[in-house]
């Protein structure tokens, strides 16, 4: 069964069929002449895989997101960027990442952080002269920042298909998301500097206290979030909820910019949204269901315990498994197939496996920005008006410091685990 899975899905993806049609079909069809089942346990399967209360977190989260850019906040954090160092060289690179860190709060989603203020900076940073290239670059890597720092909605996915808090994985992905800003911060500004990008006088402190108050609301999101998932007022997913109220009332009554047809927008680019994600998660349980019952979890397991059972060694391997993952399938569909098989591996070895999925998430992160996948590079090409393998030349310094930031997590967990040890220490 399982050759006539891989088969089937292997071919569907080289004649250019959607991922999550490759892997729906390629499951049925094993399903159907392999193992003589009965098709009507498809739409159960898929239907099973999508009736979770957990997983409502998604469409609430995206929803959030969606109202908070439309609403005026996006803007806003962009100015305070702007404000604090804007103004010196390589100014509106630095603007980028550090919005990518603002806005990931907001949107948890790469390829929405990406065009949500890449429409904004990547004709501001072209018009102040910086390369179009260099500045789709730029954009498609800090957008990638969105799935690792909260809310992030893979990290939601990860914590339902492995049974792991999702609070927690909040709190992990604060430290390896803020690493990657500042890694990404210090190579744009060595670039910059050495092609003399952007420098201008620097904003007052009038400026930037004005600029500070006008973002605030956007800031405090994910201290109301975290703080209200930690006081134990409300649940993850009821937390989106509350997102959603938050971000409509500041749009609506406090910024004043989220007008009746931009909440119709919102909602409708939401729905589109969360049914493409919710489909790829019912065809991605379809195809690990196929994996079960070939115990190919299992033979994957013990060969690799094989190969050695120390876990510096195996979360090396697990790495560049992952990095590859990442290149050629969709983040959604990488976690719900592989969690199931990765985690057991891990916790046996004594892994943490909050440590471990935010690990796994910065890996599909990295695939975000690479070849020939890279949805966060087709976003940030199209809003630049350029060629996306024009854009790849200008992406391997960014790229590289990205992988230098996951080698150094792999191996210090710390940066992830600190802050649950500090709440579990109260």
Known sequence: MSIVLFLITL????????????????AAS???FVGNM??????QRMFGAMDSFPLMAI?????????????????RLIDFASTLVGRMHGGLTIVSIL?????AAISGSGAAATAALGTILIPSMVKKGYNREFSASVQACSGAIGIVI??????????ISGNVSIGDLFLGGFGPGILIGIALIIVGYVISRKEGYGKEEPATPKEILSAFKDSLWGLLMPVIILGGIYGSIFTPTEAAVVAVVYGYIVGSFVYRELTWKKLQESLASSVITTAIIMFIIGCAALFALVLTREQI??????????????????????????????????TAAAIIILTPILVPIIMALGIDPVHFGVLMIVNLGIGLVTPPVGINLYVAANI???????????????????????????????????????IKSF
Do not use: H
Request: net charge neutral; proline share 8%.
């Open 11 to 26: 071919v569907l993806m080289l004649i250019g069929a959607p991922i999550a049609v490759s892997l729906g079909l390629g």
């Open 30 to 32: 094993a399903l159907f």
């Open 38 to 43: 009965n098709l009507l346990i498809v739409p």
């Open 59 to 75: 469409p609430f989260f995206i929803l959030a997101g969606n109202l908070m850019a439309v609403g005026g906040i996006s803007r």
């Open 99 to 103: 919005a990518g860190i603002f806005f």
């Open 150 to 159: 909260p809310p992030s909605i893979p990290l939601v996915l990860y914590g």
């Open 297 to 330: 979890p299992q033979d994957i397991a013990v060969w690799l315990l094989g190969i050695s059972r120390n876990p510096l060694v195996i979360l090396a391997i697990v790495n560049v498994f992952l990095l590859l993952v990442g290149m050629v399938m969709e």
């Open 384 to 422: 630049a008006g350029t060629r996306m393998d024009l854009i790849i030349k200008r992406l391997w310094p960014f790229l590289l410091a990205m992988i230098v930031v996951l080698i150094i997590i792999t191996y210090i967990p710390q940066i992830t685990l600190w802050p649950l040890e500090m």
